[in-house]
């Protein structure tokens, strides 16, 4: 079944220096512009973000500070890019939460506006996951070929968890090598969190916030340059384990606070 469409329909996908949509920057935009004949069109953009590109970054997508070095900044093909966008919908991959946000900051960021109002928008990613559900008994259907007997009973989840497990290491060759825990825990991270909120995570061994206004930021130097922000966290609707991690980084700021004072 072909797309019915009725102006054009745009996929979109950004390349960026990170996640974070308030302070990365895009170094590379693709845009595929399908017409309602089912011609195409395509234009992709290298961008110089203005920022470095951290190497985690560029592990990722492979753009590195050198190969935008001699590229436009976002404010000088920001009306290129709109005028392509004009009169058009948009679809991408987690669109939504990301996507979008990003390349709408970017316009404010170069003193224009991006006018969502009256656009289509399809994520694809909402289709998938609405489509092929991603709970347990999905996971124990697909890997063990079976139904779990009395699902959401937790003795029943559990031994269906660990059947998924034996067949997720039979199955994959990228975890032939992770049988030990060590090497799975590894394979299964998403960041060196501090707290179970996730509310700090550990990077390059210092500890940043990972949320609010200061997302990115060291806790430590926050603390000192504003410590009233220790007190809004602890007084604030955080979980105790994040106020529990947050007070031992503070106790050993005052520690050494009041070393630098020769007051110990």
């Known amino acids: 079944m072909s797309l019915h469409l009725k102006r054009p329909l745009v996929f979109l996908d950004l390349e ?3 996640t974070n949509v308030a302070t990365d920057r895009i170094v590379e935009i ?13 234009k992709v953009k290298r961008i110089h973000p203005g920022i470095p590109i951290p190497p985690e970054a560029t592990a990722v997508h492979g753009i590195s500070d050198q190969d935008v070095a001699g590229c436009p900044s976002f404010k000088q093909v920001a009306n290129e890019i709109k005028q392509f966008l004009d009169q ?3 679809a991408g991959y987690n669109l939504h939460r990301f996507d ?8 404010l960021r170069a003193g ?6 009256d656009r289509h928008i399809i994520d694809v990613q909402k289709i998938f996951f609405r489509m092929e559900p991603r709970d347990l008994s999905a996971a124990y259907r697909f890997y063990c070929g079976k139904e779990i007997q009395h699902a959401h009973s937790a003795e029943a989840d559990a031994t269906a968890t660990y059947e998924v497990l034996q067949a997720q290491l039979k199955k994959y060759a ?3 090598a992770c049988h030990d825990l060590e090497s799975l825990a590894k394979f299964t991270s998403d960041g060196d969190f501090v707290d179970v909120g996730r509310r700090m995570i550990r990077q390059n061994g210092e500890v940043l916030f990972n949320f609010g206004k200061h997302k990115g930021k060291p806790v430590r130097q926050v603390l000192t340059e504003e410590p009233q922000y220790y007190d809004w966290i602890m007084n604030g609707e955080f979980l105790l384990d994040t106020k529990e991690k947050l007070t031992e980084i503070w106790n050993s700021l005052q520690l050494e606070n009041l070393k630098r004072a020769g007051k110990v």
Do not use: H, W, Y
């Open 16 to 18: 960026t220096t990170g």
């Open 30 to 42: 693709a845009m595929v512009k399908i017409f309602p004949d089912g011609s195409r069109q395509v």
């Open 88 to 90: 058009c919908d948009l």
């Open 100 to 107: 979008i946000p990003m390349l709408v900051e970017e316009f």
């Open 112 to 117: 224009q506006s991006f006018n969502l109002k």
């Open 174 to 176: 990228e975890l032939q």
